[in-house]
């Protein structure tokens, strides 16, 4: 088996580490910790970027030097990957002499091999933005720097150029000879699409004068190096000591932001081949985590802290909800109605519950300990193959960084095992004396909770070590026969391993007070109140009595299913849960504004007290709001994110 290597972006100190983050970390965690389990060698890499701009301007407000800061910050990261149980080989920071003395090496060898030369470099330099645009780019925003709407300056600045012109060719006949090396397709597609642009020379420095806090060029000492030719240098620096860790280099699977794939494709290889390398096997772009639409950054301030994620959930939850929530290479909206929802559905009752009913139930009847493997029949034959199939499905998926299939496939089991345990009956199994059978029954029940934990050791590690020592296996164990345990080991019951959650944790929901549902008066049957379109004019609206108001019941509530309806283009028909059990039926006319797909796990408000009515066949149970009148521009949603059921009032 070839050695593995996988890496994440070195993330930038300046910013405190938001889910984003957490995402591309956890994803490489899961990678390298399956790799391992198969037994393959396996080196993981993260780290930070601590040069530029950025860093230099927030020490110099704190009164300290760059480096202080960067020292300080860094340790953010590595707290949080401890939190998360991040298991890294190497923590590489780019400010380390290691480091340093490796992209020096790197920049004297392409000087000394000619792909280097100096010119004079002009365009519209942004102070805030700390970048130069074009001519086009400046028009477009108004004569303004395009990312921060400041004023720009034409600045000429004489610099070191790499000939990165001259790998276009070479560049495209790589990507078109190994199609695997950038993931997804679509993002492949995207990055030849580029490449089949002029591709020009890269600027690769930047004057002391501007800029200080930077690797110095080691042949002409007043420049310091562009920020992304230093920072993409650590997935090979970092294997510079001792040499013999060079050998993973040709296996690299280095995972990234679908926003910073250009620099991970078309500078790095070019840098690469120009410095006589390979590049990596494999680049796999991932998509972002929104909120409301927008990518979660801290510019825009709508970040998720994995921290408090973490004291809210643990940190497994959190590391389950991130690959099961979304395709990798998709994006996926945040909310905080999906987590609890995957989290009590997933974790709490799937998983959950079946390793609870595995040891809670030899404790009642067999005296707590792994029962010895008895006589098969065709039903324990059957669960023994769902093990083997979704076993195989996880192997698949995983090879191929799909790690929501690779779940959704081993889910097969724990539904499978469940099922097991209804269709069994072990409690008449008991009832009736039938010891041995029991026995076997438990025996089966234990193995399919062996397997599924250790083949979910690489996503809820805590959790699985957990679980897997209440069975007395020290160790993961990824052989799917139901024969693995040791008969007659001791077998401990203890507190459920996901507790249910009734609600959204406090700690993460706004601090305004929330009325259950459970606790509203019953409602009472009233007409339909209508609310005036917002694009009539506004007045003279007819007023009524607050008892009037009073009547309406309005509840919030989750979207959990979104269809078109069958028989009119117009509606959709959800399934929302509004906090009583079992959700509503609602059908809405929104099927011109809205795809099905994107309203599941949203927020809306409901009209909860509406007598039902059937449209087009269907019974609707309720309304949901929306603004805009005759010609629906949105459906409402709660500012802030509150549980299923809350009073809207
Ligand atoms: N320092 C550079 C990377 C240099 S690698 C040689 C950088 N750092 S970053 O901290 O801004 O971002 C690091 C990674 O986090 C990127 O892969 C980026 O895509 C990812 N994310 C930041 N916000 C994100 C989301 N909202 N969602 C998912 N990932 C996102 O870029």
Request: hydrophobic residues 40%; negative net charge; charged residues 20%.
């Amino acid at each position: 088996m070839p050695p593995f290597y996988v890496t994440t972006p070195i993330y930038y100190v300046n910013d405190a580490p938001h889910i984003g983050h957490a995402y591309t970390t956890v994803a490489a965690d899961a990678l390298a910790r399956w790799h391992r389990l198969n037994g393959r060698e396996t080196f993981f890499l993260t780290g930070t970027d601590e040069h530029g701009q950025k860093v230099q301007r927030a020490a110099d407000k704190l009164g300290r030097t760059p480096q202080a800061h960067a020292d300080e910050m860094h340790l953010r990261f590595k707290a949080l990957w401890a939190r998360l149980d991040i298991q890294y080989d190497d923590f590489i920071r780019t400010t380390e002499p290691r480091h340093v003395a490796f992209v020096q090496d790197l920049l004297q060898k392409l000087h000394d091999r000619g792909e280097l030369y100096q010119a004079p470099y002009s365009g519209w330099y942004s102070t805030s933005a700390e970048r130069f645009w074009t001519d086009e780019e400046v028009a477009a925003a108004g004569g303004l720097c395009p990312d921060t709407g400041s004023p720009v300056e034409w600045l000429t600045e004489h610099n070191w150029f790499f000939r990165m012109s001259a790998y276009q060719e070479r560049l495209m006949a790589h990507i078109a000879a190994n199609p695997s090396c950038i993931q997804p397709d679509t993002r492949r597609n995207e990055v030849l699409g580029y490449l089949r642009k002029p591709l020009a020379d890269l600027c690769i420095s930047r004057p002391k004068t501007r800029l200080a806090w930077g690797i110095p060029l080691p042949f002409s000492p007043d420049y310091v190096t562009y920020v992304w030719f230093d920072a993409l240098s650590n997935y090979v620096s970092a294997l510079q000591d001792p040499p013999a860790r060079m050998v993973f280099w040709p296996e690299a699977l280095q995972l990234v932001g679908k926003d910073i794939l250009t620099f991970h494709t078309v500078y790095w290889f070019s840098m690469l081949m120009a410095a006589g390398m390979s590049p990596p096997k494999q680049v796999y772009a991932h998509g972002w985590w929104l909120m409301t639409g927008k990518k979660m950054s801290k510019s825009i301030g709508n970040v998720i802290k994995p921290d408090a994620m973490i004291d809210a959930y643990g940190a497994d939850a959190l590391r389950y909800f991130l690959l099961a929530a979304v395709p990798f290479g998709g994006d996926g909206e945040f909310t905080h109605e999906a987590f609890l929802h995957r989290y009590n559905s997933d974790l709490a009752n799937d998983i959950g519950n079946l390793s609870h009913r595995a040891t809670s139930m030899p404790e009642k009847w067999l005296g707590s300990v792994v029962p010895a493997v008895g006589v098969q029949t065709e039903e324990d034959r059957e669960l023994q193959a769902v093990a083997v199939r979704a076993t195989s499905a996880f192997t698949a998926n995983m090879e191929i960084v799909q790690f929501k299939a690779a779940l959704e496939g081993l889910w097969e089991l724990v539904r499978a095992g469940n099922k097991y345990i209804d269709s069994q009956a072990p409690w008449a199994l008991n009832k009736r004396g039938e010891t041995e059978r029991l026995g076997t029954v438990l025996r089966n029940v234990m193995e399919v909770v062996r397997v599924a934990y250790s083949y979910l050791a690489c996503v809820t590690p805590g959790k699985s070590r957990e679980v897997l020592s209440r069975l007395g296996a020290t160790e993961p164990d990824l052989d799917p026969t139901f024969d693995r345990l040791v008969t007659g080991h001791p077998v401990s019951h203890r507190d459920p391993i996901f507790l249910r959650l009734d609600a959204i944790p406090e700690s993460l929901v706004s601090t305004d007070p929330v009325v259950p549902a459970a606790a509203a008066a019953p409602p009472p049957a009233a007409p339909p109140v209508a609310a005036p379109p917002a694009d009539e004019p506004a007045a003279p609206v007819a007023q009524i009595e607050y008892d009037d108001f009073a009547k309406l019941q309005l509840r919030t509530g989750l979207v959990l299913t979104a269809d078109k309806h069958p028989k009119a283009d117009r509606l959709l028909v959800l399934s929302v849960d509004i906090g009583e059990g079992k959700p509503r039926t609602i059908v809405a006319g929104i099927a011109a504004v809205y795809d099905p797909a994107e309203l599941v796990g949203k927020t809306v408000i409901v009209v909860a007290n509406l007598k039902p009515a059937k449209l087009r066949g269907i019974e609707s149970q309720g309304m949901l709001l929306a603004a805009g009148g005759s010609d629906i521009a949105s459906i409402l949603t709660p500012y802030r994110p509150v549980p299923p059921g809350s009073v809207v009032k």
